[in-house]
């Protein structure tokens, strides 16, 4: 019985390397020329977390990195700006943290719009993907077609397909 599963994932090397990216261009940036700034990648959560002494630097340390990310293939979809802090002294610090994975929400919207297709086949939540099975395998390609066209929110990529 063909099927496929669809997952949502961000290469973490590429996300190391948009960051060694960004560290480099910082040290060259005329405008953070003597300014205290800091990327830092968590190896554990795969977040980023941006530091800077002026709060009105942090907007351009945010775009540095986004636009380093973005060249690297990582979609910015998976990417999400958490709240900025900023402290009465003017140090600001900003986590973007890297979603990884079909939320539980998401991979519900997912599969719902999977069935509304009206297509011969099932879906069903797996660790936090979303596996797609059916008798046909025209059946599946149009489902994946159809979620191509859908925008939910986060970069969809189709693995494992099987005939």
């Given at each position: 019985m063909p099927?496929?599963?669809?997952?949502?994932?961000?290469?973490?090397?590429?996300?190391?390397?948009?960051?060694?990216?960004?560290?480099?261009?910082?040290?060259?940036?005329?405008?953070?020329?003597?300014?205290?700034a800091s990327i830092e990648l968590d190896a554990k959560t795969g977040s980023i977390l941006l530091a800077v002494e002026d709060a009105a630097r942090l907007k351009a340390l945010?775009?540095?990195?986004?636009?380093?990310?973005?060249?690297?293939?990582?979609?910015?979809r998976n990417?999400?700006?958490?709240?900025?802090?900023?402290?009465?002294?003017?140090?600001?610090?900003?986590?973007l943290a890297i979603q990884q994975g079909l939320e539980g929400d998401k991979a519900k919207e997912i599969s719902k719009a999977v069935k509304a297709l009206g297509l011969k086949v099932q879906s069903s939540l797996l660790d936090r993907q979303v596996r797609v099975t059916g008798n046909k395998r025209d059946d599946l390609q149009k489902v994946?077609?159809?979620?191509?066209?859908?925008?939910?929110?986060?970069?969809?990529?189709?693995?494992?397909?099987?005939?």
């Open positions: 099927s496929f599963d669809i997952v949502s994932e961000v290469d973490r090397m590429e996300v190391k390397n948009a960051v060694d990216q960004s560290l480099r261009e910082l040290t060259t940036r005329f405008d953070f020329k003597g300014v205290t945010r775009e540095i990195v986004t636009g380093k990310l973005a060249k690297r293939g990582v979609d910015l990417v999400e700006a958490k709240d900025a802090e900023i402290s009465p002294l003017g140090h600001s610090r900003q986590e994946i077609a159809a979620l191509r066209a859908a925008d939910f929110g986060v970069a969809l990529a189709y693995k494992n397909f099987r005939d």
